[in-house]
């Protein structure tokens, strides 16, 4: 697996959050240079465009546009960080006039941001009066977007932001209640707008994030990522660790005096640890459990997962055991990165 940059931002839903009840940070922010328009300058008489755009270049590609709006505390972020995991560019309380400029970035990235999904909440509510604005100025482009709106009862919205003990955003000095009561009233126009109504009064966030694997995975399953990483045992279990196995079964390379120096980079070294009794047998049970966990991951909504392979020191039989587990879990497709934690600390 490739592990992600998370770039985070600011203000992600505090109650509909995948962390026990804490405030979910967000994971997204534009970094992006503003566009520059073409201009045309007059020069003896006859007008002289200074668009930078070669003549008869390629239309560029308009990305797709999701628009992610709802009710505070109803799976905003939990929607948008699914997005996120399959593929698409999220934006975090995008003012509303700027999503034209976001999508035309987009479009001159030369594909590389061919989705895009934009949050848009009530934080943001002194830029609604330009929503209308900027979705009639996508339509007009051509812009395939699209509207998911995330609804909630009164009920489970109270229980929420009750459970992590956070304000509404817009109950000032009043309760909960009236906030929602003022935020329903603040996005009813949109919600009637929405081409997706997402109810999550009775969903978990595993069941969401199902709904909206089911809406944008396509035909392809969503895809798990894995890092797998050796370690030495006496240097402390990695803290990132879901699954950890341990390599001391095996004899150690370090009591051979030709293999000692080596690490289980070597051909020589991984070719001892590879006849001794028990290893390939290992290797073939433990991709074949992987393949169980792998399943079940994917339907709990989990995209990355860290397998970690432990040895006395790390240099060994934990190196060489990753370096075939790693190849054969990209061999069955799974986007796999290899990391040696403690080799060389010796």
Same mark, same amino acid.
Request: negative net charge.
């Given at each position: 697996?490739?592990?992600?940059?998370?770039?985070?931002?600011?203000?992600?839903?505090?109650?509909?959050?995948?962390?026990?009840?804490? *405030?979910?940070?967000?994971?997204? $922010?534009?970094?992006?240079?503003?566009?520059? +328009?073409? +201009?045309?300058?007059?020069?003896?008489?006859?007008?002289?465009?200074?668009?930078?755009?070669?003549?008869?270049?390629?239309?560029?590609?308009?990305?797709?546009?999701?628009?992610?709006? !709802?009710?505070?505390?109803?799976? %905003?972020?939990?929607?948008?960080?699914?997005?996120?995991?399959? !593929?698409?560019?999220?934006?975090?309380?995008?003012?509303?006039?700027?999503? *034209?400029?976001?999508?035309?970035? &987009?479009?001159?990235?030369? !594909?590389?941001?061919?989705?895009?999904?934009?949050?848009?909440?009530?934080?943001?509510?002194?830029?609604?009066?330009?929503?209308?604005?900027?979705?009639?100025?996508?339509?007009?482009?051509?812009?395939?977007?699209?509207?998911?709106?995330? $609804?909630?009862?009164?009920?489970?919205?109270?229980?929420?932001?009750?459970?992590?003990?956070?304000?509404?955003?817009?109950?000032?000095?009043?309760?909960?209640?009236?906030?929602?009561?003022?935020?329903?009233?603040?996005?009813? +126009?949109?919600?009637?707008?929405?081409?997706?109504?997402?109810?999550?009064?009775?969903?978990?966030?595993?069941?969401?994030?199902?709904?909206?694997?089911?809406?944008?995975?396509?035909?392809?399953? *969503?895809?798990?990522?894995?890092?797998?990483?050796?370690?030495?045992?006496?240097? &402390?279990?990695?803290?990132?660790?879901?699954?950890?196995?341990?390599?001391?079964?095996?004899?150690?390379?370090?009591?051979? *005096?030709?293999?000692?120096?080596?690490?289980?980079?070597?051909?020589?070294?991984?070719?001892?640890?590879?006849?001794?009794? &028990?290893?390939?047998?290992?290797?073939?049970?433990?991709?074949?459990?992987?393949?169980?966990?792998?399943?079940?991951?994917? %339907?709990? &909504?989990?995209?990355?997962?860290?397998?970690?392979?432990?040895?006395?020191?790390?240099?060994?039989?934990?190196?060489?055991?990753?370096?075939?587990?790693?190849?054969?879990?990209?061999?069955?497709?799974? $986007?796999?990165?290899?990391?040696?934690?403690?080799?060389? %600390?010796?």
């Amino acid at each position: 697996m490739t592990e992600r940059d998370a770039q985070p931002t600011a203000g992600r839903d505090p109650a509909f959050s995948e962390s026990q009840g804490e *405030p979910e940070e967000a994971h997204s $922010e534009a970094r992006q240079d503003q566009p520059r +328009e073409a +201009e045309a300058v007059q020069e003896n008489g006859a007008e002289v465009s200074t668009d930078v755009t070669p003549a008869g270049a390629a239309e560029a590609a308009i990305p797709e546009l999701v628009i992610i709006s !709802g009710m505070s505390g109803a799976g %905003r972020s939990t929607a948008a960080k699914c997005l996120e995991d399959l !593929g698409w560019f999220v934006v975090d309380n995008l003012p509303p006039a700027l999503i *034209p400029t976001m999508v035309e970035l &987009g479009a001159r990235s030369q !594909g590389n941001v061919a989705r895009i999904a934009v949050v848009v909440d009530v934080r943001g509510r002194r830029f609604f009066d330009n929503l209308r604005e900027s979705l009639a100025d996508l339509d007009s482009r051509g812009v395939t977007r699209r509207i998911v709106f995330l $609804e909630s009862s009164d009920d489970a919205l109270v229980r929420r932001f009750e459970s992590v003990r956070r304000p509404h955003p817009l109950q000032g000095d009043g309760r909960i209640v009236d906030g929602i009561a003022a935020e329903r009233e603040l996005l009813r +126009e949109l919600r009637g707008d929405a081409d997706l109504v997402i109810d999550t009064s009775s969903l978990n966030v595993h069941e969401l994030r199902a709904k909206m694997d089911a809406q944008f995975a396509g035909e392809e399953e *969503p895809e798990l990522r894995a890092t797998v990483m050796s370690f030495g045992f006496k240097y &402390g279990l990695p803290v990132d660790a879901d699954l950890v196995a341990d390599m001391r079964f095996l004899p150690n390379p370090h009591w051979v *005096p030709e293999l000692r120096p080596y690490t289980g980079l070597n051909e020589e070294v991984s070719a001892y640890v590879f006849n001794q009794p &028990g290893a390939k047998e290992f290797l073939d049970r433990y991709a074949e459990l992987l393949r169980l966990i792998a399943t079940g991951y994917r %339907r709990e &909504g989990k995209r990355y997962v860290t397998i970690a392979i432990g040895c006395t020191g790390g240099k060994h039989r934990s190196v060489a055991v990753s370096e075939k587990l790693a190849a054969r879990l990209a061999a069955e497709g799974v $986007e796999t990165v290899v990391v040696h934690r403690d080799m060389g %600390r010796e």
